[in-house]
């Protein structure tokens, strides 16, 4: 039989997952959590069934989330599979480590303080969505704080879009870069191609800036797209785009050895620098994603 939500938590927190599957079936929806583990099954084979057969991974995430390892498999299984994964904030913390990277970007639910008496307000979050009654409504209030009652419309987690997708590209150029950066590029190599001794220097040198200055614009763009500092991806991005700047120098020099000696050690110091890029990327990365979670987190629900 199917779930309807897959429940994640801390052990530290295992009375508040209790009380949200209790609140949960009393208003008709089935949560699955790992109690549900008959004795002498493999617990790994039953989680990822359990992930399987339910709509969406709720994850209560507290300061103890931050310490748990099997919450970050059960996550990385979610995501696997195409998961929605819906982390809600029942204390006043922020993710840390992986869970930063893995789930700052989400659509955040907090529910502190006091997540208790707001678990059944959850519930209806999660499975229901209400309908304005008017064009000036504003955002419905947990039921019993003096509501109105409405009828709610199930949208139904089946049809929603999983959380998680890569669609980055290994070269994150926008149609407007190319209106800037090729011109550049072909500029400052035509520049050494056809100038004299004297100048040619000078095309290298317009190639070489530009190309590091939009490997600067990449890596700020791989850190939003929340790529690791050892992707393959990003550290591909940077290198190319330095080989691209430095490639003049195969027109600079008079004999043919001079200019592959050249270009060999430009190649050189482009790994060095695109190796220095992935650093700067992932500081960046930790920033981005601290930004972007703190923007998720409204003020807590009023009492």
């Given at each position: 039989?199917?779930?309807d939500?897959?429940?994640s938590?801390?052990?530290?927190?295992?009375?508040?997952a209790?009380?949200?599957?209790?609140?949960?079936?009393?208003r008709?929806v089935?949560?699955?959590?790992?109690?549900?583990?008959e004795g002498?099954?493999d617990?790994?084979?039953r989680?990822?069934?359990a992930?399987?057969s339910?709509?969406?991974?709720?994850?209560?995430?507290s300061?103890?989330?931050?310490d748990?390892?099997?919450?970050?498999k059960?996550?990385?299984v979610?995501?696997?599979?195409?998961?929605?994964?819906?982390?809600?904030?029942?204390?006043?913390?922020?993710?840390?480590?992986?869970?930063?990277?893995?789930l700052?970007?989400?659509?955040?639910?907090?529910?502190?303080?006091?997540?208790e008496s707001?678990l059944?307000?959850?519930?209806?979050?999660?499975?229901?969505?209400?309908?304005?009654r008017?064009?000036?409504?504003?955002?419905?209030?947990?039921?019993?704080?003096g509501?109105?009652?409405?009828e709610p419309r199930?949208?139904g987690?089946?049809?929603?879009?999983?959380a998680?997708?890569?669609?980055h590209s290994?070269l994150p150029?926008?149609?407007?870069?190319?209106y800037?950066?090729?011109?550049?590029?072909?500029?400052?190599?035509?520049?050494?191609?056809?100038?004299?001794?004297?100048?040619?220097?000078?095309?290298l040198?317009?190639?070489?800036?530009?190309?590091?200055?939009y490997?600067i614009?990449?890596?700020?763009?791989?850190?939003?797209?929340?790529?690791?500092?050892?992707?393959?991806k990003?550290f591909?991005?940077y290198?190319v785009?330095l080989?691209?700047?430095?490639?003049?120098?195969?027109?600079?020099?008079?004999s043919?050895e001079?200019?592959?000696s050249?270009?060999?050690?430009?190649?050189?110091?482009?790994?060095?620098?695109?190796?220095?890029?992935?650093?700067?990327?992932?500081?960046?990365?930790?920033i981005?994603?601290?930004?972007?979670?703190?923007?998720r987190?409204?003020?807590?629900?009023?009492?």
């Open positions: 039989m199917g779930n939500l897959f429940l938590y801390s052990r530290a927190d295992r009375p508040l209790e009380q949200f599957v209790r609140t949960a079936a009393a008709g089935n949560v699955w959590y790992d109690e549900d583990i002498g099954r617990w790994r084979e989680i990822v069934a992930l399987g339910a709509k969406a991974l709720v994850i209560l995430f300061e103890h989330s931050n748990s390892r099997q919450l970050i059960e996550l990385a979610a995501d696997n599979m195409r998961k929605q994964v819906i982390p809600v904030l029942i204390s006043n913390c922020e993710p840390q480590g992986p869970y930063l990277y893995e700052a970007s989400r659509n955040w639910i907090p529910i502190y303080p006091n997540p707001r059944a307000w959850l519930i209806d979050k999660l499975m229901t969505e209400q309908e304005p008017g064009v000036g409504s504003t955002e419905q209030e947990p039921r019993g704080v509501s109105t009652e409405q199930v949208v987690l089946l049809s929603a879009v999983p998680q997708s890569d669609n290994w150029l926008r149609r407007y870069d190319c800037i950066l090729l011109p550049i590029l072909v500029g400052g190599f035509l520049i050494s191609l056809f100038t004299a001794d004297d100048n040619k220097d000078w095309g040198g317009i190639c070489a800036i530009a190309s590091f200055i490997m614009i990449f890596a700020v763009r791989n850190a939003r797209s929340n790529l690791s500092a050892l992707s393959g990003s591909l991005c290198f785009l080989v691209i700047g430095v490639s003049p120098a195969l027109v600079i020099g008079r043919a001079e200019k592959i050249t270009f060999g050690g430009l190649i050189i110091l482009s790994l060095l620098i695109a190796m220095i890029a992935n650093v700067v990327q992932v500081l960046l990365r930790k981005f994603q601290q930004n972007i979670f703190r923007s987190i409204k003020e807590p629900l009023a009492s």
